[in-house]
Nanobody, 123 residues
Framework: QVQLVESGGGLVQAGGSLRLSCAAS????????MGWFRQAPGKEREFVAA???????YYVDSVKGRFTISRDNAKNTVYLQMNSLKPEDTAVYYC?????????????????WGQGTQVTVSS
């Protein structure tokens, strides 16, 4: 069982930056694939970024070059550095985890989810 707790959300102006953190419980964090998803009001939850045990990273096209996912296995934490934020990045951001992930971009690949953290980007 893995528990995930996100933090770092908030209100920022367009062009600004935020860093989200997701702290995970458990002693085998390094073996987990970690993902970030987001859900804007009235929209479905969508994939944002993922990092697997080999530190290979994946991004949705809309955030490439602006967002960076990373992990610190010593701290059992995954980060999402978000730069050049846009109003369309406004959403609740969720952290997700699983040992075996066949498709890092699919919500159904992840068994464990955090409670979410709100990111609001004003224009």
């Amino acid at each position: 069982q893995v528990q995930l707790v996100e933090s770092g959300g908030g209100l920022v102006q367009a062009g600004g930056s935020l860093r989200l953190s997701c702290a995970a419980s458990g002693r085998t964090f390094r073996n987990y694939a970690m993902g970030w998803f987001r859900q804007a009001p009235g929209k479905e939850r969508e994939f944002v970024a993922a990092i697997i045990r080999t530190d290979t990273t994946y991004y949705v096209d809309s955030v490439k070059g602006r967002f960076t996912i990373s992990r610190d296995n010593a701290k059992n934490t995954v980060y999402l550095q978000m730069n050049s934020l846009k109003p369309e990045d406004t959403a609740v951001y969720y952290c997700a985890a699983n040992i075996m992930v066949l498709n890092v971009r699919s919500q159904r690949s992840y068994d464990y989810w955090g409670q979410g953290t709100q990111v609001t980007v004003s224009s």
